[in-house]
């Protein structure tokens, strides 16, 4: 058999049985894919084009809601808060998660640690909503009996426009830091340990391992955690449903709030998803930014 039609695929090699098993499997995803996200992807799209109130039939209405978004106010100042929450939340989340996850991998492995460690992950979002609200509750919230104790004046942690957005992304580091050590840690168990014992060997103290070994080498889960994590952050919608709705003073009206708002409680259907469309237009290039600049084809290892 030469070499160019070893190259070849048989066609028989698609009508197989393992494939025909392995379609099976997938085929539940699939059609759940197309009929959960794909379609009403589409229809988003097009009823971005249409004015529509919900009740009555769209209107078809061209680009008039892509115009109009760039210059709605209100548009580019949830675009601000949402920027604003993100920058609140990722960092800080990021450089806790490593050091948790460095810590476990230093000190402990076991398998109890990591499970309560990811525990208010697996609370659902309004849960750790409600759970929060009456953790900062101004008056009766431990958070505030506590300072009270230390003669610190209570703080309207949600209440107030320059707190609220800073105590949102706190509420969901807590939930989520746990997720991210445990992805980190993870990553940190690809590492060949002959690296560490090699630069040990030659001198190197834990913290230049950690910044020319450990760092460099979790640059593939650092990706990861990365644009996954921003994706969700850009996304937030449930903490702020449950504790601000958006408040006080549009302090926390974030753009999913804002689509919400729009298409829910204004009736404004097709600029809700015109704002829909341009958040993920967002994700897209910020994601491919990030992909560019950590370099996320390549790999040290």
Avoid: C
């Avoid at 992807?41 to 097009?46: E, I, K, Q, T």
């Avoid at 106010?73 to 609140?88: G, H, M």
């Avoid at 958040?279 to 370099?295: E, H, K, N, T």
Wanted: hydrophobic fraction near 55%; glycine fraction near 6%.
């Amino acid at each position: 058999m030469t070499a160019h039609s070893s190259s070849k695929v048989s066609p028989a090699r698609w009508l197989n049985n393992e494939t025909w098993v392995a379609w099976i499997f997938i085929l539940p995803s699939f059609v759940g894919f197309l009929l959960f996200y794909a379609i009403p992807a589409v229809r988003g799209l097009f009823i971005s084009f249409t004015n529509w109130d919900l009740l009555t039939e769209p209107a078809y209405v061209g680009l008039a809601n892509y115009g109009d978004l760039l210059q709605d106010k209100e548009f580019w100042n949830s675009l601000r808060v949402t920027i604003a929450y993100v920058l609140w939340n990722i960092p800080p989340q990021t450089i806790l998660g490593i050091g948790i996850a460095v810590m476990m991998d230093r000190l402990t492995r076991s398998s109890v640690v990591r499970g309560i460690i990811l525990l208010p992950w697996l609370m659902p979002n309004v849960v750790v909503g409600l759970l929060w609200l009456w953790l900062l509750d101004p008056s009766l919230g431990i958070v505030n009996v506590a300072l009270g104790w230390l003669g610190i004046p209570a703080v309207p942690f949600l209440g107030s426009r320059e707190y609220a957005i800073a105590s949102i992304a706190g509420i969901n580091i807590w939930r989520h830091v746990g997720y991210t050590a445990i992805l980190i840690f993870a990553g940190l168990q690809t590492i060949p340990r002959q690296v560490y014992e090699a630069a040990s060997i030659d001198g190197a103290s834990e913290w230049n391992m950690f910044w020319r070994i450990t760092l460099p080498l979790l640059r593939p889960v650092l990706v990861f955690v990365l644009v996954t994590s921003i994706i969700g952050s850009f996304q937030i919608f449930d903490t702020v449903a449950v504790t601000t709705k958006g408040g006080p003073a549009n302090a926390t009206e974030v753009i999913t709030w804002l689509i919400y708002e729009q298409g829910f409680e204004r009736f404004n259907m097709g600029f809700a998803t015109t704002i829909a469309i341009a958040l993920f237009l967002i994700l897209i290039a910020v994601s491919l930014i990030q992909l560019r600049i950590m370099r996320a084809d390549e790999s040290d290892l």
